[in-house]
């Protein structure tokens, strides 16, 4: 499933081909996703311009203008778990579960494709932090609003486990479990700890390391695991420095020790016993 990484670094590679462009035309061939596509979209849509592409958690918003400058709403886009977007020519044959294409007047289309549909395309014309999927998400991990006092404070009164809680998009969003387990690797902490048992400054280089992971993920284009490619077909390359996520008895990168793994909240959980005790 496309998490933070994967969705930054989708949006990174379509925002200078979209942003200040024209859409010609919607064309969506199966409307039915996680939610219908808003089916007005289809002639709503053209002749409006992208003004910006930016990310909220693991959504991304296509903020729209009427040709005059007036706001006119926002495309809401989430990969689901199989979702990916590629910038193709128009005339390109689509593939099976190419589900839609937003073509621009230069001739860019932005093409959906979606095997599992799990994925979505909504509308709102009200400021986006406002819609009731977003209006209740945590702090962004990579901005001035999330650190160590402000996870700390979360932790407080949650007794459950650490590594739950850090997948809670309440808390924090778009950590996912492929960069919970890292993070909670380099910091030292036992995945199944209680969350409320951490003290500040484990909270602080826990926070810190939540960044660090993210960053670096980011700027190796995300983690190519089963579906995701970047929207240039290129797949990212955080795989090769994972140091615990899908490494079962692999040796521990830091001391050697065979890497363990346990379910927590039905997500697999990686850790090195040795470098994470209890």
């Known amino acids: 499933m496309p998490e933070l990484p994967e969705v930054e670094t989708t949006r990174r590679g379509i925002e200078p081909s979209l942003r200040g462009r024209t859409i010609r035309s919607f064309k969506v061939r199966q409307p039915s996703l996680r939610w219908p596509v808003p089916a007005h979209l289809t002639d709503f849509l053209p002749g409006l311009v992208i003004s910006s592409v930016k990310r909220r958690s693991k959504y991304l918003l296509l903020t729209l203008t009427q040709v005059d400058g007036t706001s006119a709403g926002t495309l809401l886009i989430h990969l689901g778990m199989s979702g990916s977007l590629r910038l193709t020519p128009p005339e390109t044959a689509p593939r099976k579960h190419d589900h839609i294409d937003l073509i ?5 289309c932005l093409r959906y494709h979606d095997p599992r549909r799990f994925g979505a395309w909504l509308w709102t014309d009200q400021p986006p932090n406002t819609y009731p999927l977003l209006a209740k998400l945590g702090p962004e991990p990579l901005s001035e609003a999330f650190d160590g006092d402000v996870l700390f404070q ?13 997948m809670n998009a309440h808390i924090v969003v778009g950590v996912g479990n492929i960069y919970a387990n890292e993070a909670l690797f380099l910091s030292g902490l036992h995945p199944t700890l209680r969350a409320d048992t951490l003290t500040k400054p484990q909270c602080e280089t826990l926070a810190r390391h939540i960044r660090e992971v993210l960053q670096a993920a980011i700027e190796q284009g995300g983690t190519t695991l089963n579906d995701f490619l970047a929207p ?14 899908g490494r ?13 793994k346990q379910v927590i909240s039905q997500r697999a959980s990686y850790f090195c016993p040795h470098c994470q005790p209890l």
């Open 232 to 245: 240039s077909g290129t797949p990212g390359y955080f795989e090769q420095r994972l140091f615990v996520y």
């Open 248 to 260: 079962l008895d692999e040796p521990c990168r830091h001391c050697g020790t065979p890497i363990e």
């Open 104 to 108: 621009l007047t230069d001739g860019t």
């Open 154 to 166: 979360a932790l407080s009164r949650r007794k459950s486990a650490i590594k739950t809680c850090l």
